[in-house]
């Protein structure tokens, strides 16, 4: 079965629609695997014409981050590790893939990849830990629409 995810909510650095500094990531769900779409641009730049580190990080980070949220359940990252094995140009259309491994209790340990075709550039794997929504309520903003249905059970 295969859907589209909307945003984690409209201003988000990753994959936000509203956001004029968003990554641009595209997401969609396929056989329990969050599948996504990147180009990175020059304002992703690190070396020359190449993708800055943290950029890739950060798409990592966003696309890990849909494993939880396509399960209706609020999760931060606790920790992000990042192999680089061979440079992202600048404006290759590039895939992600990311997937949940074993949830124990709060802790979701998760694994993603970044492809161009068959070339490997990066893997990552992430530990998320499940939150209730207060988290996210200590700003003050609103919560996106979305999130209305999302498990909101206590956690301490
Ligand atoms: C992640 C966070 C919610 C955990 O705080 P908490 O809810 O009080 O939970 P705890 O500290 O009790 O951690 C829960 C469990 O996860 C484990 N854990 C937490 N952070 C961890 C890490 N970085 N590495 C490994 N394990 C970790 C704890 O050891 C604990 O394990 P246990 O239940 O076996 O004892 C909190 O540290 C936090 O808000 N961090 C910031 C998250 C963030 O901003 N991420 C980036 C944007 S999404
Ligand atoms: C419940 C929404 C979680 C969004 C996580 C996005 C990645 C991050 O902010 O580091």
Redesign the pocket.
Known sequence: MTYEIPAHHPNCFGCGTENPSSMGLQMHIEDRRVLGTIRFASHHEGGPGLAHGGAVAAVFDDVL?AVPSALHLPA????LTVEFRAPAVLGDDLEVEAHLERRE???LYTRATMHRGTALLAEAHA?F?V?DLA?FRRTGQPLPEAWSHWDDTP?S
């Open positions: 981050g931060v990252t606790a920790s209790g709060r802790k530990l830990i939150v988290h956690r």
